[in-house]
């Protein structure tokens, strides 16, 4: 069975960096286009960024210049690097990903990340 799972969260302080990974497990499949998304506690989901099959980017406008999505060609995941973390980044960071060829989309459980002010 296929799984979206995400890794990488924890605690930061305000300023600080984190690297989340999305990985699809129990699939010949690899990941196509994906997207990160979050959700902060009493707020509703949104959308950070996303990546297509052919790796153009797009993020949202309150982490441009700080939040980078990539591919990782040799272990089939979709990264996200974060940087300049702000305590209003927090929340839980959920991965979307199509796999190609069969084009099923698939959503992981989220990974959490706290910023510290």
């Known amino acids: 069975q296929v799984q979206v799972v995400e890794s990488g969260g924890g605690l930061v302080q305000a300023g600080g960096s984190l690297r989340l990974s999305c990985a699809a497990s129990?699939?010949?499949?690899?990941?196509?286009?994906a997207g990160w998304y979050r959700q902060a506690p009493g707020k509703q989901r949104e959308l950070v960024a996303t990546?297509?099959?052919?790796?153009?980017?797009n993020y949202a406008d309150s982490v441009k210049g700080r939040f980078t999505i990539s591919r990782d060609n040799a272990k089939n995941t979709i990264d996200l690097q974060m940087n300049s973390l702000k305590p209003e980044d927090t929340a839980v960071y959920y991965c979307?990903?199509?796999?190609?060829?069969?084009?099923?989309?698939?959503w992981g459980k989220g990974t959490l990340v706290t910023v510290s002010s």
């Open positions: 979307n990903a199509e796999l190609r060829v069969i084009h099923r989309k698939y």
């Open positions: 129990g699939s010949i499949f690899r990941i196509g286009a």
């Open positions: 990546i297509t099959s052919e790796d153009s980017t």
